[in-house]
């Protein structure tokens, strides 16, 4: 009986399921507090509304609710496996509840299969690890984790990716390899990760492992030719990539900017600390690094260039440089311990010691993120107004009437709430820029209120029939209002504005 329990306790899927509850647990608390009625971020509400629409009516092949962009003729769904994913978990418990549940589940399984990567690389407190890591993140991390958004199932990509390759599983790297371009555009992580290990295995003086690459290599190049997208994805996932990523413009999102660096290493603190002292002490100890370990180094590194870049990158290189710590140095700290227990015999104190240093990280640092995180979940909308404002277009606008917005940030929830309507720009600034350079200078002269003359542009150049102004917008609202011959309210919360273009 005894030998029985050792082995059930004993066993990695216990600990696997003990990890995946553990993370399942605190994930909840971000993604069902008080503060976020719906959903966090305002790219969530498009994510649903696409998977929605998907459930609904198929694969989108064009996209007329962003009319006036380069979208809407030339339209890849660069993210079309996460929307299928987030499907069933819809049909099971609602647009309001599945999504969020369909995260929660995808980052649980990121550091259940973090555990068994620590176990594949022998390191007997891999469990001790990952719990570590998910309670030493910056409080971004957790903030955009509790979005409705790929980047949780990216990072399970990233992890299953690392495993079989620890594995030696090339078929498994070939599929997940095409499942990666489905899921998030070509994937410019995946080449990166198939880039370190060959490079890892390199500088280790390592035979390299052709099948991994070549798998890895052969299931990118289908997953983008076997595409519903073909081939207009290629040019799509280059856009993404230098245009609206990397080579993003300053009216873009800010998570394209770079963090204040002060900023930046107050909220890593933890993650900068472990990945400095690993690399220090593995440095001075002139420790053996083996190909494998040294790829996931390597892919850190790649990250860190990323996250200099681009804020949203906080939501890879911490997880990865807390990962890359434990992987350096974790079975030196084992053996240490292991000799001071041999030594001392005090293997109960050492476990106190333990329990009472992850208490002390936990409670003097990451109280202090995740208290910072969960409050800045809330939702950024009304979402009783939003609905009421887009329920009266649904009502008394006519299919594919466009509407002309005060702003592209907030397509995301018009398009969540209404779909029957198309819209001027969204998404990114940079898609109508492309489009068409003076039209989308057009808009935002007027829609920022700085232009308030020929306002009748608004039915002539952009053939809108209705205008929907935020709260926010005073100044484009009051230019509205001087033109009662041009522009009839007919909706009017005191939050927003809704006009018929007459």
Known sequence: ???????????????????????????????FNGKMPLYSGEDSFYHVGMAKFILEKGIVKSFPWLYYTIQNTNFVDHQLLFHLLII?????????????????????????????????????????????????????????????????????????????????????????????????SGSV???????????????????????????GLGGFTLGIIINP????????????????????????GGEWRPYDTW???????????????????????????NGKTLAILIYTFFLLILQWKSKRFVEYWPFWASISAFLLIGQNIESAMQKLVKKNGLVFLLYIIVGILIIFVVYTKSYEQIGRAQNDTSTG??????????????KNSSEGDIVFTDDWDMFPYYFYYNRKNYYIVGLDPEFMNQFNTSLYKEFA??????????????????????VLVF????????????????????????????FRVL
């Open 381 to 394: 909308i009304n979402t009783i107004s939003t609905k009421s404002v887009n329920d009266y277009l649904i």
């Open 88 to 184: 069933p978990f819809i049909k099971i418990f609602g647009d309001n509840v599945g999504p969020k549940l369909m995260v929660m589940t995808s980052l649980s399984l990121a550091f259940g299969f973090l555990f068994l990567l620590f176990r594949e690389n022998k390191l007997k407190y891999g469990f001790i690890y990952a719990i570590i890591i998910l309670f030493t993140m910056p409080s971004d991390f957790y903030f955009r984790m509790s979005f409705i958004r790929v980047q949780a199932v990216a990072i399970l990509f990233m992890v299953l990716t690392f495993y079989f390759i620890q594995k030696n599983k090339p078929l498994h790297i070939g599929i997940l390899s095409f499942l990666f371009v489905w899921l998030y």
């Open 445 to 466: 002269d007027i829609s920022s209120g700085s232009d308030n003359r020929n306002l009748e542009r608004i039915k002539n150049d952009f053939k809108a029939k209705w």
């Open 189 to 215: 992580f995946l080449l990166a990760i198939i880039g370190s290990l060959f490079i890892g295995q390199l500088l280790a003086n390592e035979k390299i492992n052709w099948k991994i690459i070549l798998y």
């Open 1 to 31: 009986m005894n030998s029985m329990k050792n082995n059930i306790f004993k066993s990695k899927w216990i600990s696997f399921l003990a990890i995946f509850t553990v993370v399942y647990i605190f994930f909840y608390t971000f993604q």
């Open 471 to 498: 709260f926010d917008h005073q100044q484009f609202r009051r230019n509205l209002e001087t033109k009662p011959e041009l522009f009839k309210k007919e909706f009017d919360d005191g939050t927003y504005y809704l």
């Open 263 to 289: 900023y930046w290493v107050q909220i890593s603190a933890i993650s900068i600390m472990l990945f400095l002292t690993s690399l220090v002490y593995t440095i001075s100890k002139n420790i053996k690094i």
């Open 229 to 252: 997208y073909f081939p207009k994805n290629i040019s799509y996932f280059y856009n993404q990539l230098f245009m609206t990523g990397l080579g993003a413009k300053p009216y873009s």
